[in-house]
């Protein structure tokens, strides 16, 4: 795929390099990243959820941070190597770190997270302010306009 080159719009252009930058970033491939899964769903007009697998980490193992419009969820074990756990034969649940980030839209705000059986629920809710709703402008008649005025020309001798 081919780089577009925005810098000639970042000239001419005011308040819209976060645009820039996402169509920049869709350019540049995700480099595989799929771990940990997680779900994105819908669970009202103006609220979301998302859940991510996080099998084996702790609450204090997990970091959720919100900023400038990017949700970045962390996890990084905390070393055990000096319990006395058994020796693997086989290793499935992964402990390695991780990072995920989520871009959010204007006005999403995160609402709450909670950790239950091994799932992280991140509650996201879109508040938007009572300027930006769409209002209803209600039309009146102008009792004015009932009454006709009659413009009379003058002649010209």
Same mark, same amino acid.
């Given at each position: 795929m081919r780089h577009v080159d925005f810098s000639p719009l970042y000239r001419s252009t005011v308040g819209f390099d976060r645009l820039f930058t996402m169509l920049?970033?869709? &350019?540049?491939?995700?480099? *595989?990243?799929?771990y940990p899964p997680y779900n994105i769903e819908r669970t009202g007009d103006n609220a979301y959820r998302i859940t991510m697998a996080v099998a084996g980490f702790g609450e204090d193992e997990l970091s959720i941070e919100a900023r400038e419009h990017v949700?970045? #969820?962390k996890g990084e074990k905390t070393d055990n190597s000096g319990s006395?756990? *058994?020796e693997f034969l086989y290793? *499935?649940?992964a402990k390695r $770190?991780?990072?995920?980030?989520?871009?959010? &839209?204007?006005? #999403?705000e995160v609402? *709450? $997270?909670k950790l239950e059986n091994g799932l992280l629920h991140v509650d996201l809710v879109r508040e938007i302010p009572e300027a930006m709703k769409p209002r209803r402008i209600e039309i009146t008649a102008d009792k004015s306009a009932d009454t006709t005025k009659q413009i009379e020309a003058e002649t010209v001798a």
């Amino acid at each position: 795929m081919r780089h577009v080159d925005f810098s000639p719009l970042y000239r001419s252009t005011v308040g819209f390099d976060r645009l820039f930058t996402m169509l920049d970033s869709l &350019a540049q491939p995700d480099q *595989g990243q799929t771990y940990p899964p997680y779900n994105i769903e819908r669970t009202g007009d103006n609220a979301y959820r998302i859940t991510m697998a996080v099998a084996g980490f702790g609450e204090d193992e997990l970091s959720i941070e919100a900023r400038e419009h990017v949700l970045t #969820v962390k996890g990084e074990k905390t070393d055990n190597s000096g319990s006395d756990e *058994g020796e693997f034969l086989y290793r *499935g649940i992964a402990k390695r $770190a991780f990072e995920r980030r989520f871009q959010l &839209a204007e006005y #999403v705000e995160v609402n *709450g $997270a909670k950790l239950e059986n091994g799932l992280l629920h991140v509650d996201l809710v879109r508040e938007i302010p009572e300027a930006m709703k769409p209002r209803r402008i209600e039309i009146t008649a102008d009792k004015s306009a009932d009454t006709t005025k009659q413009i009379e020309a003058e002649t010209v001798a």
